[in-house]
């Protein structure tokens, strides 16, 4: 692997601005491990590799820009995010051939701070999934060991930053689909705040949960990303108008961890937990008192309704969200429909995967009349409670701390044939969705038994991600380094 693509991204923005890596450079490298790798983990849906040494070349024609953080980095985006001209397909047959004629503001606001789109992400159908093998294209597979999965739904995210094809890329969040990958990979990713990145240009899933986020080698990456993206957007009415902070700086100049609270719930370190990812989160635990951190335990006590409350909220919206796919207006037609109904019935039926139907399916139910009140109401309820739950717990802390997942990530095929158990997955994700708090997963060691990353989860105040990733920042170097993984 080319020396360039050891650097993070705050070290290649180092050798940019310098020139001793001209953007070209950089491009070609991903480029050609990109080559070298896809055959095997298989994370990218789309390469535009020539689109992107085009414009590589041009920038390096002009000369580096100080004003464009992001200037001449490489960067992927998830496939649910549009691009102009680019395939944005979901991972699903419904939307094989769209081709958005616009932007997604945050890949917009990307490409103003001068970053060079490499490809799409591979996922799981409309980001409902844990492992990305809901994707109806091909399998991704984790570049620690190829035999498991990435995690899910931003499986091709986590994927292609492990393997050190680019130094960042896009996922989106709506159960933990950026954390679950993150950790599986061995990556940081972080979910901001909900209405912190626009999601206008981002395909809709459960609309009150989804957010846009980075996943890259370290915590000052994320920071970097997630600072050029923030921000009201007046496309997007949930996106909010509040001011941005200087998160980078946040980042990169924490170095201790000095009377900072971490609260760690009793819920997340309870029975269920893998021995080896116990082992590397208390590891990470002692690590931060050593830095100074103040260790209180506080309770998160509606977590065990999580699951069945975000799978009811999440259906629901699913249901609706997907609704605009009806053969009319994008994507997929079944050629052979006679009628109206026709059209609708055997377009959705070959256009959209099992798992995505099953939840049309359960959505619809649940808001149905008879059940609306027996099920939708009675989850929006317990999804204010589980958001006290963490109101709560932040009176006594700054921080919130457990894994990520209660195992490392597990094999291909294991889990597919059964969606319960892959729902199980999210357990310890989830709450922060419904809750619409800040939450990112770093890498913390590799498993004693697997050989594979374990991640450890921080959750911070609302509109707070500056202290969760300064926090990382400073965790992850008194922490052993995992390094990449030898593909
Ligand atoms: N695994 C969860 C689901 O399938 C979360 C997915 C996500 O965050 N997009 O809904």
New binding site residues.
Partial sequence: MSDILSLSLAGLRARLADRSVSATDAVSSCLERIADTEPAIEALLTVTGEAALTQAQAMDAAGPDASKPLWGVPVVVKDAICTKGVATTCASRILENFVPFYDATCVARLKEAGAILLGKANMDEF????STENSAFQKTRNPWNLDKVPG??SGGSGATVAAGQCFAALG??????IRLPASFCGVTGIKPTYGRISRYGVVA?GSSLDQVGPLARTAEDCAVMLQVMSGHDAKDSTSAPREVPDFAAQTATRKDLKGLRLGLPEEYWGEGLTAEVRACCDQAVDAAKGLGAVVVPVKLPHTKYAIATYYIV?MAEASSNLARFDGVRYGFRHPDAKDLRDLYEMSRSEGFGEEVQRRIVLGTYVLSAGYYDAYYRKAAQVRRLIRQDFLDAFQACDVIVGPTSPFTAFGLGEKADDPLQMYLA?IFTISLNLSGLPGLSMPVGLGQESGLPVGLQMFGKAWDEGTILGAANALSGALPQIGMPKI
Avoid at 127 to 130: H, I, K, R, V
């Fill in positions: 980001a409902m999934g844990s899910g739904s989106t969040d709506t159960g933990g689909s899933y999440a999210d």
